[in-house]
């Protein structure tokens, strides 16, 4: 990890951030960094920025799968397959049709984001 940074990690901001995280979510990076709360900052600031740097392909990849598993069911179950109580049993079914009701009455209200 390099110790270049664009946060300054001074005793106030230090404090402040130790206090803004969860306990229970920073004393993993206090543990990995041998107690130092500064080090622990860089390596949360570090995994943030790794996971940013994911976001992007990951939402690639879900898309792509979904798109995918929907073009191979087409065929087979119709183009509504996500409808089909065949395939769909109960609670998926219930959330299907709350996500489609939902997302239709956001069309008509205008309140598409």
């Known amino acids: 990890m390099s ?7 001074d005793e106030q901001s230090v404090a402040s951030l130790q206090r803004s995280l ?11 960094s041998d107690g130092d709360p500064r ?3 860089r ?3 570090w995994n943030c920025n790794v996971a940013s740097a994911l976001y ?4 690639t990849l879900e898309v792509t799968l979904r798109n995918s598993v929907h073009d191979a069911l087409v065929p087979s179950r119709g183009a509504r ?13 219930a959330r299907v ?11 008509e209200g205008g309140d598409l984001g």
């Open 3 to 9: 110790d270049n940074q664009s946060f300054p990690y």
């Open 22 to 32: 969860s306990p229970e979510r920073f004393s993993r990076y206090l543990e990995a």
């Open 39 to 41: 080090a622990a900052l």
């Open 43 to 45: 390596r949360y600031t």
């Open 56 to 59: 992007g392909p990951l939402q």
């Open 81 to 93: 397959w996500f409808s089909n109580a065949q395939l769909m049993k109960g609670p998926d079914l």
């Open 97 to 107: 049709s709350d996500a489609r009701a939902q997302a239709q009455a956001s069309a």
